[in-house]
């Protein structure tokens, strides 16, 4: 009788998608010459197991990590409810400041200097807090 080894995983199709794009990809930035494209694609369908898709890539360059985005995000709000809080005051500092400027009828627009150093200081806030979740040091507040 057969038995499979256990050590092979089979491969799911979000496996089979993944190494596709990353030998579409090789393809798109002349890495593989298109035979080697439509070879390795065709080989990746067929693959049962996630070791042979494996194969398929191991001298191909592997993708740069996800550089961090804009960190003041809807999302990074959710999670971290100081920053709501800043983003509160300083929306309300902001708005003051602008009546004030606007009810003293002063030709040159003050609020720019104030309001400047509010932006960075929420920014600053809100990209620690991105750092230190990606290093797992998340402080609770």
Partial sequence: MNTPNPARIRAAD?????????VQTAG???RLTLEEVEQRLSRVYAAKFTDELAALTTDLPR???PRPGFPL???ALRRHPAL?????VA???AVLLIVRWAVLGAGFFWPVF???WLAVSLFVHAR???LRERAGTAVPY
């Fill in 84 to 88: 709501r809080v800043h983003l509160a």
């Fill in 63 to 65: 993708p740069a990590p």
């Fill in 14 to 22: 979000a496996d089979r998608e993944r190494v596709a794009q990353t």
């Fill in 73 to 75: 995000t809807r999302d």
């Fill in 28 to 30: 798109s930035e002349g």
């Fill in 114 to 116: 104030p309001l400047f």
């Fill in 128 to 130: 620690v807090r991105s």
């Fill in 91 to 93: 929306v309300a500092v």
